[in-house]
């Protein structure tokens, strides 16, 4: 403490810790100063107990740090909730009516009929008229009036006996909900928007034995575009084109949004799948670096480090021999003397997709920080390796140069993570280097000395990284010890 005062001065300090707390605050969103308030209370009580400011400066820092909380937390639990009581509702008149509709005269059942629905839209109303600011109101009437349109839709038409099948109710359902996104903006009924666009894609499904086209969805999957098309304007009117830090809702409608979409996207191509899947991993990437690369914590980051864990997991089976030659087999634009239209149309949307990534990355590259190279330009190292797999019949050439397009990224993944000292980065370039390891130990033919040999110069490297990452840690410690005289 003596120290310290000679050194800055008292009054210094306190200035200081106010100061770094303050610019901290101010560069972060709400939603990040929600995260770390609490963290940061408890540090200045600390502050205050070691004696290194006084008692009075640890209030005032702490007072401050709670002007600037964020309910967004509460918020959320207080939208999740009302959702599950509109569920719980919706579920529990459902049963008493399912219980006891053949006993109803017809009458009474077309009264039952109306009644869910005109109940949720009198709830929608009173969120339209008294509360239309209220997050709460707003998800849970939207939700509950979606669920009671489709419970009035299934009611009504079994009492009129209307002549429709399953997916025609299930198709009105979907056009009926669309608006809830808009006329109050409501995000949490999206996930079940999305479950009805996957079971009315399901029922129109139809199975083959082509290894090119395995499922036909015939209109359900062209409708099924159009409905993901009318959600999109919802989703970019939450996204904030102007910060890289988004709110918990958009990160909930990017989430959902790209895997569904990722999903379907590979029981939809006929051609060149590997590549779709490594292609559009990448422009969640660009899109998250672009637009969420501010976010604080390890799992608001997930649109960033997942599209990158997925693109990795499919280079690792790539570098695999039998996945390989599988893969090659049937899902190379080498094939394309094989190819039909639908094979042909996939194969000039992956081109304009991809096109467009690139293009946006190259136009725009001020705005894209710490992009890792060695992910963006995977798809280069797929089509080098249909190009190698058509001029060679030896797979080990393909294996070894996919092995060491691996290993150098795993490379860069720990210097990386080392120069912005982030531990998890550091760790995930480790990881890769295991998962290398280990593949090339199972799927390896050569003799178990060769082989024994081979696998002691891998664990040679690991002593290296040992010995990198000791000096790191070794300096970390001697500037914790230091003295300040």
């Given at each position: 403490?003596?120290?310290l005062?000679?050194?800055?001065?008292?009054?210094?300090?306190?200035?200081?810790i106010?100061?770094?707390?303050?610019?901290?605050?101010?560069?972060?969103?709400?939603?990040?100063?929600?995260?770390l308030?609490?963290?940061?209370?408890?540090?200045a009580?600390?502050?205050g107990?070691k004696?290194?400011i006084s008692?009075?400066?640890?209030?005032?820092?702490?007072?401050?740090?709670?002007?600037?909380?964020?309910?967004?937390?509460?918020?959320?639990?207080l939208?999740?909730?009302?959702?599950?009581?509109?569920?719980?509702?919706?579920?529990?008149f459902?049963?008493?009516?399912?219980?006891?509709?053949?006993?109803?005269p017809?009458?009474?059942?077309?009264?039952?009929?109306?009644?869910?629905v005109?109940?949720?839209a009198?709830?929608?109303y009173?969120?339209?008229t008294?509360?239309?600011?209220s997050?709460?109101?707003?998800?849970?009437?939207s939700?509950?009036?979606?669920l009671?349109?489709?419970?009035?839709l299934?009611l009504?038409s079994s009492?009129?006996?209307?002549?429709?099948?399953a997916?025609?109710?299930?198709?009105?359902?979907i056009?009926?909900?669309?608006?809830l996104?808009?006329?109050?903006?409501?995000?949490?009924?999206a996930?079940?928007?999305?479950?009805?666009?996957?079971?009315?894609l399901?029922?129109?499904?139809?199975f083959?034995?082509?290894?090119?086209?395995?499922?036909?969805?015939?209109t359900?999957?062209?409708w099924?575009?159009?409905?993901?098309?009318?959600?999109?304007?919802?989703?970019?009117?939450?996204?904030?084109?102007t910060?890289?830090?988004?709110?918990?809702?958009?990160?909930?409608?990017?989430?959902?949004?790209?895997?569904t979409?990722?999903?379907?996207?590979?029981?939809?191509?006929?051609?060149?799948?590997?590549?779709?899947?490594?292609?559009?991993n990448?422009?969640?990437?660009l899109?998250?670096?672009?637009f969420?690369?501010?976010?604080f914590?390890?799992w608001?980051?997930?649109?960033?480090?997942?599209?990158?864990?997925?693109?990795?997991?499919?280079l690792?089976?790539?570098?695999?021999r039998?996945?390989?030659?599988?893969?090659?087999?049937?899902?190379?634009?080498f094939?394309?003397?094989n190819?039909t239209g639908?094979?042909?149309?996939?194969?000039?949307?992956?081109l304009?997709?991809?096109?467009?990534?690139?293009?946006?990355?190259?136009?725009?590259?001020?705005?894209?920080?710490?992009?890792?190279q060695?992910?963006?330009?995977?798809p280069?190292?797929?089509?080098?390796?249909?190009?190698?797999?058509e001029?060679?019949?030896?797979?080990?050439i393909?294996?070894?140069v996919?092995?060491?397009?691996?290993?150098?990224?795993?490379?860069?993944?720990?210097?990386?993570?080392?120069?912005?000292?982030?531990?998890?980065?550091?760790?995930?370039?480790?990881?890769?280097?295991?998962?290398?390891?280990l593949f090339?130990?199972a799927?390896?033919?050569?003799?178990?000395?060769w082989?024994?040999f081979?696998f002691i110069?891998?664990?040679?490297?690991?002593?290296?990284?040992?010995?990198f990452?000791?000096?790191?840690?070794?300096r970390?410690?001697?500037?914790?010890?230091r003295?300040?005289?």
């Amino acid at each position: 403490m003596t120290n310290l005062g000679r050194l800055f001065g008292f009054m210094e300090l306190q200035t200081c810790i106010v100061e770094l707390l303050s610019c901290s605050i101010q560069k972060q969103t709400a939603m990040l100063r929600a995260d770390l308030s609490q963290y940061l209370v408890k540090f200045a009580e600390r502050l205050g107990e070691k004696e290194v400011i006084s008692s009075e400066s640890s209030i005032k820092i702490k007072k401050y740090l709670r002007s600037e909380e964020s309910p967004a937390y509460w918020n959320l639990f207080l939208i999740v909730s009302s959702i599950l009581g509109a569920l719980t509702v919706a579920a529990g008149f459902l049963v008493i009516v399912g219980e006891y509709w053949n006993d109803f005269p017809k009458g009474v059942k077309g009264f039952f009929g109306i009644l869910p629905v005109a109940v949720a839209a009198f709830f929608y109303y009173r969120m339209y008229t008294k509360y239309p600011l209220s997050g709460v109101w707003i998800e849970a009437t939207s939700l509950f009036l979606m669920l009671m349109m489709g419970a009035s839709l299934a009611l009504t038409s079994s009492t009129f006996e209307f002549e429709w099948e399953a997916d025609e109710g299930l198709f009105t359902w979907i056009v009926a909900t669309i608006p809830l996104f808009y006329v109050k903006r409501a995000s949490g009924i999206a996930y079940a928007y999305f479950a009805l666009l996957l079971v009315y894609l399901s029922m129109g499904a139809e199975f083959s034995f082509s290894m090119a086209s395995p499922i036909d969805f015939g209109t359900h999957g062209i409708w099924f575009w159009v409905f993901v098309l009318a959600f999109l304007p919802h989703y970019f009117m939450a996204l904030d084109r102007t910060k890289k830090v988004q709110e918990l809702r958009l990160m909930f409608l990017t989430l959902l949004l790209t895997s569904t979409v990722f999903s379907v996207l590979l029981m939809t191509v006929d051609s060149n799948r590997l590549l779709w899947i490594v292609t559009w991993n990448i422009g969640v990437y660009l899109f998250a670096q672009r637009f969420m690369s501010d976010h604080f914590w390890f799992w608001r980051r997930i649109m960033i480090w997942l599209p990158q864990l997925v693109i990795v997991t499919v280079l690792l089976f790539l570098s695999n021999r039998f996945f390989m030659m599988s893969t090659f087999r049937y899902d190379s634009f080498f094939n394309m003397d094989n190819w039909t239209g639908g094979e042909w149309y996939y194969f000039v949307l992956l081109l304009v997709f991809m096109a467009g990534i690139y293009y946006n990355y190259i136009k725009f590259r001020e705005h894209y920080e710490n992009i890792n190279q060695m992910v963006l330009f995977s798809p280069a190292l797929i089509v080098f390796l249909m190009i190698l797999d058509e001029m060679f019949d030896a797979w080990w050439i393909l294996s070894l140069v996919a092995n060491l397009y691996l290993l150098i990224l795993a490379v860069v993944i720990m210097v990386d993570g080392s120069e912005q000292n982030k531990f998890w980065r550091v760790s995930a370039g480790l990881l890769l280097y295991a998962a290398i390891v280990l593949f090339r130990f199972a799927d390896t033919n050569m003799g178990f000395f060769w082989k024994g040999f081979l696998f002691i110069g891998y664990g040679g490297v690991f002593f290296l990284i040992v010995m990198f990452m000791k000096e790191k840690v070794d300096r970390i410690h001697r500037n914790k010890h230091r003295k300040i005289d």
